[in-house]
C-alpha cells in the first residue's frame, strides 16, 4: 500500500519528503489573452466563455432573488441545519481573531504609537463548481469576511448546463450573508473580479480554490495589484501516531486526504512498526468501500510511511515537511505542541480528525499546502484586515526624537526628510 | 508649483488620483536567465554578476567579521547613537504586536480551538547600495525580525566598487544582530535568497526595497512559491491640512516625499484655498534650498492641491486614494481617524511629520504604495510569523459535531471524509 521507509537520515530528507511537482503548464499566453478580452469586451466576453466552457447561453450573469430563493427551497433540512451548525462554530473561532485598537505606546515621551484594523472593503470569492460543490468554502471565506465588515463581498461559481449554482453553494452564501453572486467560472471569473465588467466590481483581494487555469489567473491577478488568499497547491496530511493511536482511525484520516486527488500528498510518521503495518492493512480494507478508491489508491502509490525513534524525531520531520494539515495521534500530543514550527492547522488526539476542521470544529479549511506553511498562514481575520500604523508626536516628542532623524536623513542624504524636522524644531525655539 | 484642483466631482477622483504608471518594461527574460544562472553555477554566477555590474572582482561574498569590527570604527558616534534610539522606539512599538498563544475557544462542548504565532525561520533582505545607504531599512526590517524569533536572516545589497558595503548599514545590521551579510546586488541577490547557492542560504520570506530589475525579481521569486513583504511602487504622501496648518510645515512635509525620485507622489488637500495657496508659495521657497531641487520639482510639477467643502471630503478622497503616508495637519485630526479606511501609515498632528515614522518614531516605514494600502498592510512582527491554527476534539466533541460533518461531506461526495467521522463514532457506541 503505502511505502515504508526506516530511519531515514536527516540528510535524506529533502529527496524522501519531496512533493510531487506542481504542473507548471504555461498558461501565460492563454490568461494574458483571457485578461484582454475581458478588458476590452468586459460581460461579453464572460457570456461568450460561458457558452463555450459550461455550455450555457447566459442572459444574465448576477444571480437573481428567484434562483437564491429556489435553491433555499431544494437544500433539505438536514444539510441546512448541518451548515448552521457549523457555521455558529467557525463565527465563535474567528470572533476571537478580531483585534481592537491596540494599545497605544508612548515610545519616546511625547511620541505615541498604535495600530488599528480596517477590513479590505472589496473582496471576491471564487467557488469552483462541478460534482463536488464547496459549500464549505463559502463559509469559511464568508464568514471571516462577514465578521470584518468587508463592504462588498463578490462570489463568483460557474453554472451547469443548466444555467444554475449548486443550491447548496446559493443557500450558504445567502446564509452568509453574500449579495452579489454571479455565474461564471474558470480565469474569465478571476480576470472579472481583478478588473470589474458592467455587471461584477472589481475587488480588491480575490479567495478560493481552483483548477490550474484558475490559479494561473490568481497569480496574473497578484501581478495587477490585486492581493490574493496564497498560493495553491494539491492537498495534503501528515499523521504522527504512536502506539497508542488506533490504526483503523489513521488509515480513515490518511484516506480521506487521499480521496481530493491523485495528486494528494499523504505521510504517515511513527516511532512504532507494528503500527505502520496494522495502518497499512486497515487501508487495504478500507479502500475497498471507497466510492473513489481508484483516486485514493492512486494518490497512495506515492505516499510515504516513514519509521523513527521516537515522536521527537517525528516532529523534526513534519517541521521539514510544513504539511498543511498535521494530525497528531497519540496520548503524548499535547507534549509535542511548542516543537510545532510549520504547519497549516493541527489536529490533537485521537478524536481530531482533519475532517472536523474541514467543515465545523471551527477553524479554516484555506490552509497552506506544498511547504507553504513555512512562509504563509491560512485564512483567518487577518486575511481580511488591513493593519493601518498611527503616530502622534507633541512638540515635546520632536524635540525628543528630531534631532535623531536629522542625523539620519542627513546619511541617508535626504536633505528634505530632515528639513521636515528642522522647520518644526525651529519654530519651537 | 502644484496644479491646484477646486471642488471635484467623486466621479472625477479616478482620472483626478490617477498615479504614474509602474515602469511595466518586460523583464522577464532577463530576470528568468538570472535566476537560470544561479541556480545552475551558484556562487560563480553571483561573482560573475558583481564582476559586471558593480565592477569589482570579489573572493568572498560574505562580509568578514574583519569588515564588520572596521565598519562600526568607522560610523561617528553621533550617528550611532541616532541609529540606538530609532532602534529602542521601534522596538518598543514592534513588541506590542508579539501574540502570546490565542484564548482557547470551545466552539462546542468539547471542542477546543486556538491559535498560535510561530516565526518565519528563514528570511532575507535586500538593502540596496548606491549614495543613499537605506540603513533605516536595516532597522525597519530586522528589529521586528529579531523580535520575532526569526532563526536564520540574512542580508543582501551590493558592493561600491571597492568591494565593500557602506558602513552605516553593517554597523546596524550587526546591531540587530544580523550576522550573515553578503556583498551582492540586483535580481541575482534575489535570485540568490530564493534558490540558494553554496555560500548563501535559501529563505521563505524575501523583505526590502530596490530598483525595477530587483522588484521583477521579486515577483519572480513569488511565483516560485517565497514570499515576499508587498507589492513595490514608488513612495508617496497624501497631506490634508486645514487653515490651523503650518504652511511651512506641510511645504517641508510635500518635499521630504518629493525628493525621493521624479516618480513620487505627493498630494495636498484641504478645504482652504488660502492654506493651498500659502503652501504653494512656501513650496517655492523651500525648494531652492533643496540639494536634489531637480527630483523634488519633477515630482511636484506631477502632483495635486485639491479644494474641497470640508476635511470629511478631504478623507473620502483620501480613501480613494489610499495613501502610503497619510499627514492629518490639522486641529481636528483626531476626529478623522475613524473614518480612515485606506492608509499605510497615518501621521495625526501639526509635529506629526512623515520623517520621524521614517526614522524613528517607532512605526514601521515599509508600508504599501501605489494604492496597495487598500489592501495590504505594512510591515509589522506579523510579516515574520505564520498563525498555526490548533483544535482538540474529545470523545463528547466528536459525538456533538460529527454527525453535521458526516451531512456536508457527503453533500460534498466526499465519502472517505465522511468515513473518518463514522468509523469514529461506531467505535464510541
Redesign the interface.
Known amino acids: 500500500m503505502m511505502q515504508v521507509i526506516q530511519f531515514p537520515n536527516e540528510a535524506d530528507y529533502a529527496s524522501l519528503f519531496q512533493r510531487p511537482m506542481l504542473e507548471q503548464k504555461n498558461l501565460e499566453d492563454l490568461i494574458n489573452s483571457v485578461f484582454t478580452e475581458v478588458k476590452s469586451r468586459g460581460d461579453e466576453a464572460l457570456k461568450a466563455y460561458t457558452k463555450q466552457f459550461d455550455g450555457v447561453d447566459l442572459r444574465e450573469l448576477r444571480c437573481s432573488n428567484e434562483e437564491i430563493e429556489e435553491a433555499k427551497s431544494v437544500v433539505t433540512e ?2 441546512k ?3 448552521k ?2 457555521k ?2 467557525i463565527e ?2 474567528h470572533k ?2 478580531l483585534q481592537p485598537k ?2 497605544e ?1 508612548e ?2 515621551e511625547g ?1 505615541v ?1 498604535w ?2 484594523q ?1 477590513a ?2 472589496k473582496v471576491g470569492f471564487y467557488i469552483p463548481g462541478g ?6 468554502s463559502v463559509l469559511m471565506l464568508g464568514v471571516p469576511a462577514s465578521l470584518s465588515g468587508c463592504k462588498e463581498i463578490v462570489l463568483c461559481s460557474p453554472p451547469n448546463n443548466e444555467g444554475k449554482i449548486h443550491p ?1 453553494i446559493l443557500y450558504t452564501a445567502d446564509l452568509v450573508g453574500i449579495k452579489s453572486i454571479y455565474k461564471v467560472g474558470g480565469a474569465q471569473a478571476i480576470a472579472a473580479m481583478a478588473i470589474g465588467t458592467q455587471s461584477i466590481p472589481a475587488v ?2 480575490i479567495f478560493g480554490p481552483g483548477n490550474q487555469y484558475v490559479t494561473a489567473a490568481k ?1 496574473k491577478a ?2 495587477l ?3 490574493i488568499d496564497m ?1 495553491a497547491g494539491p492537498s495534503e496530511v501528515l499523521v504522527i501516531a504512536d502506539a497508542t493511536a ?1 490504526p ?2 489513521v488509515a ?2 490518511l ?2 486526504q ?3 486527488g491523485i495528486d494528494s500528498q499523504v505521510i504517515l510518521l511513527s516511532d512504532s512498526l507494528q503500527l505502520i503495518e496494522d495502518v497499512n492493512d486497515e487501508l487495504v480494507q ?1 479502500l475497498a ?4 478508491k481508484k483516486i ?1 489508491q492512486e494518490a497512495l502509490s506515492h505516499s510515504k510511511s516513514v519509521l523513527f525513534h521516537s515522536l521527537e524525531e517525528c516532529l523534526k520531520a513534519s517541521n521539514f515537511y510544513a504539511p498543511e494539515h498535521l494530525i497528531l495521534a497519540s496520548d503524548e ?1 499535547d507534549n509535542l ?1 511548542s516543537e ?25 479549511h484555506t490552509l ?1 499546502t ?9 485564512v ?1 481575520i ?1 486575511s481580511f ?11 515635546q ?2 524635540q525628543n ?5 536629522e ?3 542627513e ?11 528642522t ?2 524644531l525651529n ?1 519651537l525655539k
Chains 1, 2 share one sequence.
Open positions: 438536514e444539510l441545519s448541518a451548515i451548525q457549523a455558529a462554530n465563535r473561532f476571537t481573531q491596540s494599545k505606546v515610545t519616546t511620541v504609537c495600530r488599528e480596517r479590505i472593503q460534482t463536488a460543490p464547496l459549500f464549505s447548496a480588491f483581494k497569480m497578484q501581478q495589484g490585486i492581493a498560493p488506533n483503523r482511525f480513515a484520516d484516506l480521506s487521499a480521496e481530493h478500507q468501500a471507497l466510492p473513489r485514493a500530543g505542541l510545532i514550527q510549520n504547519a497549516g492547522s493541527v489536529f490533537v488526539g485521537h478524536y481530531s480528525c482533519e475532517s472536523l476542521g474541514d467543515y465545523a470544529s471551527g477553524t479554516n497552506p506544498h511547504g507553504y506553511a513555512a512562509n504563509y498562514s491560512g483567518s487577518d484586515m488591513k493593519q493601518v500604523t498611527f503616530q502622534k508626536v507633541s512638540a516628542g520632536i526624537i528630531g534631532p535623531a532623524v542625523i539620519m536623513a546619511a541617508e542624504s535626504l536633505f528634505a526628510h530632515k528639513n521636515a524636522v522647520t518644526r519654530a
